[in-house]
């Protein structure tokens, strides 16, 4: 947070397929999985494109959200699907040390391609529709604390989780 690269809007892919494409998804993987991860948008290792990857089984940083499938989306689209909105706590590899509560859309459906160009469709809820939304924010230069309403809920992770120190 903080570096510039992270405030601008991301371009769309225009070429898929390509081996510089498949060489930065690499990366984008090997970075998220380092970390523990749920997601990763390209703006995050300074790529300027709309790429973003997420999914997870049993993420200790996340430990009690369901599973989501292991997703590799460009140029992504969201739909909300209905009006009601949640609140949850956040993280973010490029904001380390850090959780706040987020609203956002409890369903949505969302749309792009995978690395081949073909269509991604799916209307999904819950956890998965966060992750989708953060990640989507990240292509337009938005990062969670900018949408926290309560600063209160904007902390690091020990003093949240009610841990002394
Ligand atoms: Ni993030």
Same mark, same amino acid.
């Given at each position: 947070?903080?570096?510039?690269?992270?405030?601008?809007?991301?371009?769309?892919?225009?070429?898929?397929?390509?081996?510089?494409?498949?060489?930065?998804?690499?990366?984008?993987?090997?970075?998220?999985?380092?970390?523990? /991860?749920?997601?990763?948008?390209?703006?995050?290792? %300074?790529?300027?494109? +709309? #790429?973003?990857?997420?999914?997870?089984? $049993?993420?200790?940083?996340?430990?009690?959200?369901?599973?989501?499938?292991?997703?590799?989306?460009?140029?992504?689209?969201?739909?909300?699907?209905?009006?009601?909105?949640?609140?949850?706590?956040?993280?973010?590899?490029?904001?380390?040390?850090?959780?706040?509560?987020?609203?956002?859309?409890?369903?949505?459906?969302?749309?792009?391609?995978?690395?081949? /160009?073909?269509?991604?469709?799916?209307?999904?809820? %819950?956890?998965?529709? +966060? #992750?989708?939304?953060?990640?989507?924010? $990240?292509?337009?230069?938005?990062?969670?604390?900018?949408?926290?309403?309560?600063?209160?809920?904007?902390?690091?992770?020990?003093?949240?989780?009610?841990?002394?120190?």
């Amino acid at each position: 947070m903080g570096d510039p690269r992270l405030w601008q809007k991301a371009q769309p892919v225009v070429h898929f397929n390509t081996p510089e494409l498949l060489a930065l998804i690499t990366d984008m993987e090997e970075t998220m999985l380092s970390l523990d /991860g749920a997601g990763l948008a390209a703006p995050q290792i %300074g790529v300027n494109l +709309r #790429v973003i990857i997420f999914g997870f089984e $049993h993420n200790p940083r996340y430990p009690e959200a369901d599973d989501v499938p292991y997703t590799v989306l460009l140029n992504p689209e969201i739909t909300p699907l209905s009006d009601e909105i949640e609140e949850a706590l956040e993280g973010c590899l490029s904001v380390p040390g850090l959780r706040g509560s987020v609203p956002r859309w409890q369903r949505l459906r969302y749309k792009g391609f995978d690395p081949q /160009g073909k269509l991604i469709d799916r209307s999904v809820e %819950g956890f998965h529709a +966060r #992750v989708v939304q953060h990640e989507c924010d $990240h292509l337009d230069g938005i990062l969670y604390p900018m949408r926290i309403q309560d600063m209160h809920t904007f902390g690091y992770t020990d003093a949240l989780a009610g841990e002394a120190g």
